[in-house]
């Protein structure tokens, strides 16, 4: 498909973005929840994957 | 994570990241600072990487400035803006300087206290205990209220992915049962972001 062949619906594609901000959110939120319910090594052993992987030595 | 509110410290027992190992590093050289911004988020957690540290120090003079330098470098940091001390010591009074360790990635912004909420975050700055190392952040009421202040000027749909507003939202949900509310509106009146308060759920 040709970028003139695409059929895009603005309407479909703003609600889209609205469920994106949602769902981000509460993965900001549920991800705080985590913290305060599991044990500090628990949660940073997880989050470290992320970190270390920017930082290679 | 303990949060001793009262002597102002918060005790974490996480496994240390590279990120981490990097600011502590860096702050062991310096005897008053205050991390603030971005890094402390992901100090408490936030499941995002960054380029850069902010870090805030009271206002130093040119002599103390070349002291502190030398003990930066012979401990193997360098400053991505210039290699002359002298020419660093003028940024520093206009701009922020950063230092790196090897690669220019992470890197410390090392900034003059210099505005009235900079001097509130060091003078009510909190200790993190992490593994018997310590490091000084700025108090969470400042750290909410300043990143919803930072998110870029938007619509409120907008306004939602927003990495500052998901800060904010990452340090309000972990301790909402711990702010000290007073004081939390107070700054943020007199930001006036109030109406930014709704992005915070």
Redesign the interface.
């Known amino acids: 498909m040709k970028a003139e062949d695409m059929k895009i619906d603005l309407k479909e594609m703003k609600e889209f ?2 469920k ?3 769902e ?2 509460d993965f ?2 549920y ?3 985590y ?2 319910t599991h ?3 628990e ?6 994957v ?6 290679k ?1 | 994570m303990k949060y001793f509110k009262e002597r102002n410290e918060i005790i974490l027992d996480k496994e240390i990241n590279e990120l981490d190992k990097f600011v502590i590093d860096f702050c062991s050289l310096l005897d008053n600072y205050v991390l603030v911004s971005g890094y402390v988020s992901i100090l408490f957690g936030r499941s995002r990487a960054t380029e850069d540290v902010d870090l805030l120090v009271p206002e130093i003079n040119e002599e103390d400035f070349e002291k502190l330098w030398k003990k930066i470098y012979d401990n193997g940091f360098w400053c991505i803006n210039t290699p002359d001390s002298k020419e660093a010591f003028g940024m520093l009074k206009e701009f922020a300087i950063r230092f790196a360790k090897e690669k220019a990635v992470p890197n410390m912004e090392f900034k003059m206290i210099k505005k009235d909420f900079d001097r509130y975050s060091f003078e009510n700055k909190i200790k993190v205990i992490i593994n018997s190392k310590e490091l000084f952040v700025s108090p969470i009421e400042m750290q909410i209220a300043f990143k919803l202040f930072l998110a870029a000027d938007g619509i409120e749909e907008e306004l939602r992915v927003d990495k500052d507003i998901e800060d904010a939202n990452h340090l309000y949900n972990l301790f909402k049962d711990k702010l000290n509310n007073n004081e939390f509106l107070k700054i943020i009146n007199k930001m006036g972001i109030n109406e930014r308060l709704k992005l915070l759920k």
Do not use: M
């Not at chain 1, 949660?43 to 470290?48: A, E, G, L, T, V």
């Not at chain 1, 992320?50 to 930082?55: F, T």
């Open positions: 973005k609205r994106n901000a949602e981000r959110l900001v939120r991800w705080a929840n913290i305060k044990s500090d090594k949660w940073s052993k997880q989050q470290n992320l970190i270390n992987s920017q930082i030595k």
